[in-house]
């Protein structure tokens, strides 16, 4: 039978616990993101029953049909967002993890500002500086950065970053004490961006070392939920 979530979310809270305490960090300092693509509205019905409040989503279509199912949680967009449904994910998200461009952050603001609010984001930076993968460079982040500066509506709260897929944890441990570095030198004294400290890095293979290197937010899909269905469509 297969274990039921309630049980795996009591794990991964253990091991954040154990994470946070070996790095002197407290639990509390760590958000868990429990990422739910391609699972069904009444799984995740049932990690809010579980305690989860916090939830991460790749694609804004899918998060529609499930925020719904849990009042009063928050809501992070996680994937690739498309300018065409950028209303749509300022008005269902608390936070976009996902902001690549400074075209995007232009057209976060824009909505945020007709719709009245202020969006936190972070900027996903590509660590491995793959074509393929989304995310800025570290060499683009500045621009981006002066550019938010001048923009209404959003708060660059931090930085994300997904590494390539590694069989050990500890191959992210580079990757992810990078991110860390980047983040401080971008938010140090007099950089008018003290408050940028959020660090979203780390999935369920290798969220304790991110823990260990300063996340502040973990976005754990499988260990949560169990291997993934095969997205549709
Ligand atoms: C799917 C996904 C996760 C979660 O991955 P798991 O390995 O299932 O924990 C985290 N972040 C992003 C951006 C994802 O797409």
Redesign the pocket.
């Known amino acids: 039978m297969e274990e039921p979530i309630r049980d795996r979310v009591a794990r991964v809270l253990e091991r954040i616990d154990r994470a946070a305490a070996r790095s002197g960090r407290s639990p509390a300092a760590v958000r868990l993101v429990a990422?739910t693509?391609t699972q069904p509205p009444e799984r995740v019905a049932e990690a809010y029953e579980a305690g989860l409040r916090v939830f991460?989503e790749?694609y804004v279509q899918e998060a529609e049909g499930k925020a719904g199912r849990v009042p009063d949680a928050e809501w992070h967009l996680?994937?690739k967002l498309q300018g065409n449904k950028v209303r749509k994910a300022v008005s269902l998200f608390g936070w976009i993890?996902?902001v690549d461009s400074p075209g995007l952050l232009a057209a976060i603001s824009r909505r945020c500002v007709e719709a009245g609010k202020t969006m936190p984001v972070l900027v996903e930076v590509n660590l491995a500086g793959e074509g393929s993968k989304a995310g800025v460079s570290p060499e683009e982040l500045p621009d981006l950065l002066s550019a938010a500066a001048g923009l209404d509506g959003v708060v660059v709260a931090g930085l994300m970053a997904?590494p390539p897929m590694t069989e050990d944890p500890e191959e992210s441990r580079p990757g992810f004490s990078r991110l860390r570095e980047i983040l401080a030198r971008h938010s140090g004294p007099g950089t008018g961006r003290e408050g940028m400290t959020e660090l979203s890095m780390g999935?369920?293979?290798d969220?304790e070392v991110a823990i260990e290197e300063g996340a502040t937010m973990v976005?754990?899909?499988?260990?949560i939920?169990g291997s993934?269905a095969r997205r549709q469509g």
């Not at 976005?219 to 260990?223: F, K």
């Open positions: 990422v693509k991460g790749n996680i994937g993890q996902s997904i999935m369920s293979n969220f976005r754990v899909g499988t260990a939920f993934r």
